[in-house]
């Protein structure tokens, strides 16, 4: 063991080099390791589960290759193009989380953000909690220390939370623009995957050619252990493999920590370019040792059931190797640091922008016409978001994960936030997916996620009685581990694979049956399109450019409004770009271009999310800032008139007999209505929001709309 003193030193020290790194980053102008620093910021997937969990995990199953990075790799070599698309449409679409990609998608929809924000919260604490546990009982077990538990003020593990809460708001809420690369921290980030990977290696090769005689010597006294052999020599679970490796594939761009690294810090092509031999490489690195780090683990170290679950630790501390010890603590260290840190963050922004801020506005519980920086007040939103979220994930700790091992945890969130795959891929190769149909897939696996996952859990905490294990109302039929009647299934296989089932199929046959509004038709056609990589520049706002052809926006009163959330840097930098080319000055009159119009929209939807941006220049059109008794009144009159108009002309086309088709005067198709669509046969990839009357005269034609000849 290793004086407790000493921990806290190196452990400060380390944090403290962060700091150093973090501070470095910000300052620097270079971007010459972006690509590289961006893969290594993708290896926040690896965290303590990996790093302590993982191992454990192989020695029950004999896997080579842990199912979740497998999953990883084949989406990063082979499913790149779902991730291509997903940046390309994150970046002209200006989202900036998950919850804001999947609410864009189908019209903006304010309730699928919150949903999504909810459930990422729920789905996510526990794994934040995982890594607050991971990190706690690997100082006690390198230090040899037992603290005070008994009362959760006394809990030192809540000392760690907080530091770690300290360094996400110094660094990840420095800047109101959530769109803004947060180069100081994804370079700490960094920074941390080489350690972390460096140190489990390190440990592997003293485990392997140190204290056994190579990898086949591993290999031989494992096949000879009447224990281990069946494990590794009888595969007979493929169905837990597979449905592990689906969850790691999909949690690549579901978890809002993966989502904001691979998205919001997203610069330029070669990153992905770069992250697709890079990220599997250090994947395959990462697990090279697993199996054998278990396999020595057993055959060599008699150890505790607390003990086997940290046995990257566990083995150069049991062979006096103090060193290697230290190294391997801090890798864990790193492992669990990274990840609550950028998970916080991103929790942090879909919190504020998608539930505390709109609760704010809608209820006027505070009075924003009064608060002279706004920006500031949204910045001090999202540092409250980050402690609440941590101190969250600390009161989990205290209360349910004594009852899971580390890579239960992991898994139970994986699959959380799976339930974000069916409205996000199937909305990305379907038109027909809509709102109604999002909302009540996810709701409905989520319900089957929380029931078969969670309520077992609480069971076990013996905060709900073991009648709950026999099914509802004892019905047979709907145990949580033996759903109409399937048995025999490891619980996170049950659990996932019934959760996505019921959630694609509710979230289709909602789509088919509730109809398509003007809002998902148009959003359905911007996410469905065939895109490339070539095309990261952000398309232009059909509805500022016509904004800006009327010039009802004056660039005064586009500034009044900007003020109140963007800080004067950016403003002054924006206005100045269109500025008199011979005075230099402003002039405040002057109407606003389209280009400044859509700059200033960007600008607000990085800080707001687009549905609020879009809202405030629609209200901006009706007339100045000035006119409005209160930012509220501007916000609420704005929204009643864009969902007013939109009934109106979705409620007249529907109602005509004839078929109906409405043209702008760009000759781009705007609207139309079910009568016209099966008049002439239009399928989806022919009649969309967008499409050109070159098209639709074709197609006619095509129909013989138009006669013989």
Not at 119 to 137: D, H, R, T
Not at 303 to 328: C, E, M, R, V
Not at 656 to 665: L, P, R, W
Not at 695 to 704: D, R
Request: net charge neutral.
């Amino acid at each position: 063991m290793i004086s407790a003193w000493w921990i806290s030193i190196f452990s400060i020290l380390y944090i403290g080099l962060l700091f150093i790194i973090a501070l470095k980053g910000d300052k620097s102008p270079s971007n010459r390791f972006q690509p590289y620093i961006y893969s290594l910021t993708l290896a926040i997937f690896c965290t303590s589960w990996a790093f302590y969990g993982t191992v454990q995990q192989s020695i029950n199953s004999g896997w080579l290759l842990a199912p979740t990075y497998f999953g990883a790799i084949i989406l990063m070599t082979v499913g790149w193009r779902l991730m291509a698309r997903i940046i390309l449409i994150a970046k002209q679409e200006n989202t900036h989380t998950i919850a804001d990609f999947i609410a864009t998608r189908y019209g903006h929809s304010r309730k699928i953000a919150v949903l999504v924000s909810v459930f990422s919260l729920i789905g996510i604490v526990p794994y934040i909690a995982l890594q607050l546990k991971a990190v706690s009982e690997s100082f006690q077990l390198i230090t040899g220390a037992s603290h005070n538990t008994q009362f959760w003020y006394t809990d030192p593990t809540i000392c760690i939370a907080l530091l770690m809460a300290i360094f996400s708001i110094l660094f990840g809420t420095r800047n109101l623009d959530a769109s803004e690369h947060h180069k100081g921290l994804m370079l700490a980030v960094s920074f941390e995957s080489l350690v972390k990977l460096f140190a489990f290696i390190a440990v592997g090769i003293y485990a392997v050619f140190f204290i056994r005689d190579g990898a086949f010597d591993v290999y031989h006294a494992a096949m000879a252990d009447s224990q281990l052999a069946p494990n590794l020599s009888n595969y007979q679970k493929p169905l837990t493999y597979l449905v592990h490796a689906l969850i790691g594939a999909i949690a690549i761009f579901a978890l809002p920590r993966q989502f904001h690294a691979a998205v919001v810090e997203y610069s330029s092509p070669k990153d992905l370019s770069t992250a697709r031999w890079l990220f599997p490489l250090y994947l395959l690195l990462s697990n090279l040792f697993i199996l054998p780090i278990a396999l020595v683990g057993f055959l060599d170290f008699e150890s505790t059931p607390f003990q086997q679950q940290y046995l990257t630790l566990w083995i150069p501390l049991a062979s006096d190797a103090k060193g290697l010890a230290l190294l391997a603590y801090i890798g864990g260290l790193s492992a669990g640091t990274s990840m609550v840190i950028v998970a916080s963050i991103a929790l942090s922004t879909m919190l504020s922008n998608e539930i505390l801020l709109p609760l704010i506005i809608r209820s006027k519980i505070i009075a924003l016409e009064q608060i002279a920086d706004l920006g500031k007040f949204v910045i001090r939103l999202r540092r409250i978001s980050i402690v609440a979220v941590l101190l969250l994930a600390f009161f989990y700790y205290r209360l349910l994960t004594q009852f899971n091992v580390l890579s239960e945890i992991g898994l139970l969130s994986f699959v959380a936030v799976a339930q974000f795959a069916p409205p996000l891929i199937l909305g990305l190769i379907w038109r027909g997916g809509n709102k109604r149909g999002a909302i009540l897939g996810m709701l409905t696996g989520f319900s089957v996620w929380f029931y078969c996952l969670v309520i077992p859990l609480f069971v076990q905490a013996q905060w709900l009685h073991p009648s709950w294990m026999q099914g509802i109302f004892n019905l047979s039929f709907i145990r949580p581990h033996a759903l109409l009647g399937y048995e025999g299934l490891d619980p996170i296989v049950h659990g996932t694979s019934w959760s996505l089932f019921l959630n694609c199929l509710v979230y289709v046959v909602a789509s088919l049956y509730h109809k398509d509004s003007f809002e998902d038709a148009s959003q359905a056609a911007k996410f469905v399109r065939e895109t490339h990589l070539d095309h990261l520049s952000q398309s232009p706002s059909i509805a500022l450019a016509q904004a800006a052809h009327k010039q009802n926006i004056s660039l005064g009163d586009l500034k009044s409004l900007l003020v109140r959330f963007i800080n004067h840097n950016k403003i002054s930098t924006l206005l100045e770009n269109h500025s008199n080319p011979i005075t230099g000055r402003l002039i405040d009159s002057s109407p606003a271009s389209s280009d400044i119009l859509i700059d200033s929209e960007r600008l607000l939807s990085s800080v707001l999310g687009a549905p609020a941006a879009k809202l405030l220049l629609n209200g901006l059109q009706q007339g100045p800032v000035d006119s409005y008794q209160s930012f509220n009144v501007m916000l609420d009159e704005a929204y009643e008139v864009l969902h007013h108009n939109r009934s109106v002309l979705s409620s007249a086309l529907q109602s005509m007999s004839q078929g109906v088709c409405i043209i702008d005067k760009e000759l781009m198709v705007i609207a139309w209505n079910d009568k016209f669509k099966t008049l002439y046969q239009f399928s989806d990839d022919r009649l969309y929001m967008g499409a050109s009357i070159q098209q639709l005269v074709t197609h006619i034609a095509q129909q013989g709309g138009f006669g013989k000849g």
